[in-house]
């Protein structure tokens, strides 16, 4: 345990730091690189991209493209070992800690959460919500049919980790509580598995809303979302290959090109196996 404490911390938080503002900031991704182990093979590298300020980007890529390291890099939860990024003209390692997690939110693929009700996990975005303002989350998610038809209502336990809950289902509380924490930059990564057709549905609504008037990037593992992006980065072995509309990629027959028909054969698979 000492050995384990004396080990020195990788994300050293400024103090006190720059505040964000309160609007949906741009984003600057200049020449990033990031490796998980000193000698490893980079799991990115010298990555730059622009991110209009409430702009909507989708982020994809073949599995162990780099997708999910630039999430993290993007909420700090890890420092590139070279460029920088900066947010609002701001680098990342100069922006306050408190600030930062107000204004940047991310919703990961399976969502923490706690042994407590739906209704207190949801809070949890924004302590010293009322229950109207938990429950005015999920209406204006287009949510709250989904949480009137549970056991309990929102004050259905989630279990353990949420085990009493499907992957999709864990990911609507996650949207529901980065709704009611109103960030103004948001890193959200689609669930893949596990997710049944009306789930799926409510996902993509849910979403859509909680995208709305803020700058956000997606990692898109299904296209169909990456297709309304305002545009897409396309990663392939840790380096951004392409970019541009999802017209425009399609018809340039490269990288996301193939993913695209790959993911169209999947989904017609998918569907022939279900009829």
Known sequence: MLDLLEIPAEVVDPVP????????????VEEISYSYREGAEPALSDVSFTVEAGSTVALVGATGSGKTTTAKLLARLADPA???ILVGGIDLRDIAPDSLRERLGMVPQ????????????????RPGAT?????????DLGLDTWLDDLPRGGDTQVGERGENLSMGERQLVALARAYLAAPMCLIL???TSSVDPAT??????????????RTTITIAHRLATAEQADEILVLDRGRLVE???????VAADGVYARLHASWLD??????????
């Open 243 to 249: 970019r541009g509309s999802h017209a425009h990629l």
């Open 200 to 213: 799926d549905v409510r996902l993509t609504r849910a979403m859509r809303r909680l995208a709305a008037g």
């Open 110 to 125: 399976d969502g923490l959460l706690f042994d407590t009700s739906v209704a207190e996990n949801v809070a949890l975005g």
């Open 131 to 139: 229950a109207a303002e938990v429950r005015a989350a999920f209406t």
């Open 266 to 275: 999947v989904t017609a698979t998918g569907a022939a196996a279900v009829g």
């Open 189 to 191: 990564d689609e669930a």
């Open 82 to 84: 070279h460029g920088r």
């Open 17 to 28: 730091g720059v505040p964000l503002p309160e609007a949906p900031p741009a984003l600057s």
